[in-house]
């Protein structure tokens, strides 16, 4: 296992479940909505409803939530293969507190027997596809660099040794 592809499947898993789920769990009893978009044609009735001149007219701006590692994971995990994408889906989105790991392996050796035949088989599959994710998130992050115009750490250290 890569402990950064880790973090970033974390962050990505966030993301994940709070746009599947339209809010987030502030606790274990208490669940945030996210309410709607502004641009939306639910926000747009609302509007007119209340009418758009008014001042008061209740707006809220969601930002975009792929944001670095999430979106970096997310671009990554774009071509793989399928049962990477369901490994990385009960992995990162479904919280531990809902379904312990043991119950997530067992579903995934139902849904791909030929594949994940043991723990070992499961364990040998993350680590490819965290293998896999950082090759390609490396390469998605240097060009979010590039574009950005901040400087390739590799480059710079080329640069100045």
Same mark, same amino acid.
């Given at each position: 296992m890569i402990d950064w592809v880790e973090g970033c499947g974390k962050v990505w898993g966030g993301v994940k479940r709070r746009i599947a789920a339209g809010g987030y769990f502030r606790d274990e009893d208490s669940f945030h909505v996210d309410g709607y978009a502004t641009r939306s044609h639910i926000a747009k009735l609302w509007e007119e409803r209340d009418g758009a001149a008014h001042a008061g007219v209740r707006k809220q701006h969601l930002h975009e939530v792929f944001t670095g590692e999430a979106l970096a994971f997310e671009a990554a995990i774009t071509g793989a293969r399928e049962h990477w994408h369901w490994l990385a889906y009960t992995r990162y989105v479904i919280p531990s507190s809902r /379904?312990?790991?043991?119950?997530? %392996? *067992?579903?995934?050796? =139902? =849904? #791909?027997? %030929?594949? $994940? %035949?043991?723990? *070992?088989?499961?364990?040998?599959?993350?680590?490819? /596809?965290?293998?896999?994710?950082?090759? %390609? /998130?490396?390469? #998605? $992050?240097d060009k979010l660099r590039r574009n950005a115009g901040e400087p390739n750490p590799e480059l710079a250290r080329q640069r100045r040794g």
């Open positions: /379904m312990h790991a043991k119950s997530k %392996r *067992d579903l995934l050796r =139902q =849904q #791909f027997p %030929r594949i $994940l %035949r043991s723990d *070992d088989a499961y364990y040998d599959e993350l680590h490819a /596809m965290h293998c896999y994710l950082s090759g %390609r /998130m490396e390469s #998605f $992050l």
